[in-house]
């Protein structure tokens, strides 16, 4: 992922405990805004009110967020209050400046007060504060506990699904999204694989077993994806060189960066998925080793990296500890064309 607040996974060091869990003994996820019945009501006058309180906010910000650490201005803001508007009215188009008639909400009133405070004050994250975030052609539920997946990581669903197109056999396999969070991964491949194959999202926090889970079942694939709390590959033992594919987006920036992150992502984004240990690379390098063994000849791999430099290591530990079990290892850009992905074939 990049720095800025628009990457995906959840991760930990491994652990020995996974469970498979029904759906009944999940934390539950928070429900999206957009997705809330509407429950209560304001008038339009009030509803100004608050808007031009915000918006007063919002503009008080000026540059000093992104001067500070890369963070948002007041124009991003301005949209950004806008959309949590749109996202708390019944009708998502209503004009509020037209006359002081009753409508219906999403949220409260005095919630919106608290929000938007929230977003100013603590730079709580936009995602969190509207609960959900817009991802390639999906919309996922996001919750504190679980990493805001971001648009580069929508390469990888990309290139999973160009393997799958020269090699129809991939798609009629088994898949892992290895720290799944909030599922985009395995939602975005499952898609793909359509009733042909089947992936296994993994993940150690319960949050975003249950945030997977949710996102899951709205999007009707809980015949195609199956969600496994536990550690990495400790829920996959006995699908040993069975997999088509692995995919990740693990924990990857170096312990010694996380303090300097931007505020929305550093105070309120797991750290846990985002330390990646010093240099960023203990659990890649577990990930690599892993792919060695739960990948069945001719599978293919992706993993995000924090850049040039980690995507360097990794070719470079596959092709000299894990001689020989890998080919086709290649490091691939993203929107920035910087090289933030590796991939490969086992042999």
């Not at 690379?281 to 739960?294: E, K, R, V």
């Not at 791999?301 to 990794?314: A, D, P, R, S, V």
Request: glycine share 10%.
């Amino acid at each position: 992922m990049k720095l800025g607040l628009t990457r995906a996974c959840f991760g930990c060091r491994p652990i020995c405990y996974t469970t498979s869990l029904p759906s009944s003994t999940l934390n539950k996820p928070q429900i999206p805004i957009f997705l809330r019945p509407p429950a209560y009501s304001a008038t339009s006058l009030d509803l100004r009110k608050w808007h031009e309180w915000a918006k007063g906010l919002a503009v008080s910000v000026g540059s000093s967020f992104a001067d500070a650490d890369n963070g948002p201005d007041t124009n991003l803001l301005c949209r950004e209050l806008n959309w949590l508007l749109q996202d708390s009215l019944e009708d998502p188009k209503h004009d509020i400046r037209q006359s002081n008639e009753s409508l219906m909400l999403r949220t409260s009133l005095d919630d919106l007060y608290h929000l938007w405070k929230q977003r100013i004050e603590q730079r709580r994250p936009f995602q969190y504060i509207v609960g959900c975030e817009h991802w390639r052609d999906l919309v996922l539920s996001v919750q504190e506990g679980v990493l805001i997946p971001r648009p580069e990581t929508e390469l990888i669903v990309d290139m999973a699904f160009d393997e799958i197109s020269k090699n129809e056999s991939l798609g009629q396999g088994l898949w892992a999204d290895m720290g799944t969070g909030s599922g985009a991964l395995a939602i975005g491949i499952g898609r793909t694989l359509g009733t042909r194959g089947r992936v296994i999202a993994t993940d150690l926090s319960p949050v975003a077993v249950s945030v997977t889970t949710y996102n899951v079942s709205r999007y009707g694939l809980q015949d195609v994806i199956e969600v496994k709390q536990g550690s990495w590959f400790e829920p996959l033992k006995g699908f040993e060189g069975k997999f088509a594919g692995i995919v990740s987006n693990p924990p990857y920036i170096p312990s010694e960066h996380i303090p300097k992150l931007q505020a929305e992502v550093g105070r309120h984004e797991p750290t846990l998925a985002l330390d990646g240990g010093v240099g960023g690379m203990d659990y890649l390098i577990h990930l690599c080793s892993g792919a060695a063994t739960m990948l069945r000849g001719g599978g293919f791999f992706m993993f995000e990296t924090n850049g040039e430099e980690q995507c360097k290591l990794i070719i470079d530990f596959m092709k000299n500890e894990l001689a020989g079990r890998f080919c086709n290892l290649n490091a691939v850009p993203d929107f920035s064309d910087i090289q933030r992905f590796v991939t490969g074939v086992r042999r």
